[in-house]
């Protein structure tokens, strides 16, 4: 009983885990810019490739590789919006432009000082 | 089979084929990519994808240190990342402008045309190719 | 008696990360974490420094409730047909000062719904942010400066 229900923990965080891989591959095609296209990898990414590591800890069954399953996810969210950050920081100097429809900038004015 | 098994395994066969749909996907943006910083983005996003198929070979084969091969590749995609961002930053100004409508550049978005200092910087500079000289 | 019980918590920590239940290790663990808590004895003492680990614990857990609702923002806003998008970049005004808290609230901020943390200005008093949502630029700011900003605050002075 208790496998089946961990089976079915097992399979659902499989499964929504590659579920936010696709959303966020399909995401990286259908946004307009490059930085809109950050969302979607920096967040749906991270956090589908981090259920399926829980979900590799949780199969093992013992203490150690779901301490170290779980030291993994923390790593990729910890990393995430750091990469996110510095690429985005160096399209925007390096004038890579936003989207047509981009409502506000208020970097503008700033950019000439960084 | 036992049922748990038998959802399981269904379970990743059902990922392995979402995870190589989504990792075409993200090929797909490496290679019509227009601008680097896009390529990289997608190339980052596959590194994650590549994790997900890391995780699922794990369960299937039941070897555990699958998850430490997972880390490193993490490990390596971010350094990667990184690197490429320093990279599009020391290269210097944009590479020749992908071809995009008239209004994608939205007036006062440039910022080399209309900055005082790099400008006057670089009219005393010979007739350089146009990248700016950073000491990192 | 409190460094006790911490380092009891921290040898059974040590433990289930090294893997291996024995006597030994538990011993082994107990005089690693009674070291490395009297290396900071002097900041490990007393009801602050629990009220501290409480409120990062806090943090912690209000940035994985919005990890959770972000991806789950993004997944709907990309899987929806005609995708309502305003992006822009907007300015948030800084009330930490210190890199560290700087850097923690820009990490927080890029994985919170929608939003993407891009640059500081050079002074530090502004952090450039941008968001996939722009119609609503002072309920954002709000967000961020009354949560994130708020708990750093009470977490790290």
């Not at chain 1, 959303?23 to 259920?51: F, Q």
């Not at chain 2, 994808?49 to 699922?56: K, T």
């Not at chain 3, 901020?109 to 640059?119: E, F």
Request: hydrophobic share 55%; glycine share 6%.
């Amino acid at each position: 009983m208790i496998e089946l229900v961990l089976a079915i923990l097992i399979a659902t965080l499989i499964l929504v885990g590659a579920a936010f891989a696709l959303v966020a591959a399909i995401g990286l095609n259908r946004l307009p810019d490059v930085y809109t296209r950050m969302h979607a990898a920096s967040k749906a990414g991270t956090v589908g490739s981090g259920l399926m590591l829980i979900a590799v800890g949780l199969h093992a069954g013992d203490v150690a590789t779901l301490a170290r399953a779980l030291a993994g996810f923390f790593f990729f969210v910890l990393t995430a919006p750091i990469s996110a950050h510095l690429l985005a920081m160096a399209a925007l100097k390096m004038g890579y432009p936003l989207a047509s429809h981009t409502v506000r900038d208020e970097m503008q004015n700033h950019r000439e000082a960084i | 089979m036992t049922p748990a098994a038998m959802i399981l395994s269904s379970a990743i066969w059902i990922a392995l084929v979402v995870l190589g749909l989504a990792f075409l996907l993200t090929v797909r943006r490496v290679v019509i990519g227009p601008t680097l910083p896009d390529r990289v983005v997608a190339l980052d996003m596959l590194v994650g994808i590549v994790i997900g198929f890391i995780a699922l070979i794990a369960i299937r084969t039941g070897f555990t240190l699958y998850i430490d091969i997972a880390i490193s590749l993490g490990l390596v995609g971010f350094l990667a990342t990184v690197a490429f961002a320093r990279f599009i930053l020391a290269r210097g100004g944009r590479a020749p402008a992908p071809p995009q409508p008239a209004d994608f550049v939205p007036a006062g978005l440039v910022p080399t045309a209309q900055s005082p200092k790099p400008s006057g910087k670089r009219k005393a500079e010979p007739p350089a190719p146009p990248r700016r000289k950073k000491s990192r | 008696m409190i460094t006790f019980l911490l380092s009891l918590i921290f040898a059974v920590i040590w433990v289930a990360v090294t893997g291996s239940a024995s006597v030994q290790n538990l011993i082994l663990g107990f005089a690693l974490s009674t070291f490395a808590l009297w290396i900071v004895r002097e900041e490990a003492s007393g009801q602050a420094y629990m009220r501290r680990v409480w409120r990062i614990f806090s943090l912690l857990m209000l940035f994985f409730k919005e990890l959770a609702l972000s991806a789950w923002k993004v997944a709907v806003l990309v899987a929806s047909p005609r995708m309502p998008l305003k992006p822009g970049i907007f300015a948030f005004p800084l009330t930490v000062d210190r890199d560290f808290e700087i850097t923690l609230l820009a990490s927080l901020i890029t994985l919170t719904p929608g939003t993407l943390s891009v640059d500081v200005s050079a002074d530090r008093k502004l952090l450039f942010v941008h968001a996939l949502d722009c119609s609503n630029v002072d309920a954002t700011k709000r967000d961020i400066a009354q949560g994130f900003e708020k708990k750093i605050i009470e977490a790290f002075r």
